[in-house]
């Protein structure tokens, strides 16, 4: 399973981005995805996963009600809509994965499949 992480860049305090993970894996249907930050000087945090049994995520409390997470099995990519962003958003986000399990996981330890980050930079 491979991952490439892609969407980030400069924004303005309030504006958006979509980050998206394109991932090559025999069956993307059961691949459970997930988003981490790192910002500078800062251990890596979850932001968002979704299962791949459907229908089930999971935010940190940082992000709720502001970014969302999605996936599209046609494309095999999963994504981070990120709305009103701040400038302590400001991170390396990387997308990680795991085939099948249950749950919704926040643990970077269960995911098995990461990608190389993208940097967002949010300017105040």
């Known amino acids: 399973v491979q991952l490439q992480a892609s969407g980030g860049g400069l924004v303005q305090a309030g504006g958006f981005l979509r980050l998206s993970c394109a991932v090559s894996?025999?069956?993307?249907?059961?691949?459970?995805g997930a988003w981490f930050r790192q910002a500078p000087g800062l251990e890596r945090e979850f932001v968002a996963a979704?299962?791949?049994?459907?229908?089930?995520?999971g935010y940190a409390d940082s992000v709720k009600g502001r970014f969302t997470i999605s996936r599209d099995n046609a494309e095999s990519a999963f994504y981070l809509q990120m709305n009103d962003l701040k400038p302590e958003d400001t991170a390396v986000y990387y997308c990680?994965?795991?085939?099948?399990?249950?749950?919704?996981?926040?643990?970077?330890?269960?995911?098995?499949?990461w990608g190389r980050g993208t940097l967002v930079t949010v300017s105040s």
């Open positions: 990680a994965a795991r085939l099948g399990g249950t749950g919704v996981l926040s643990t970077a330890r269960f995911y098995n499949y």
């Open positions: 979704y299962n791949w049994m459907g229908g089930n995520t």
């Open positions: 894996a025999r069956t993307f249907s059961r691949v459970g």
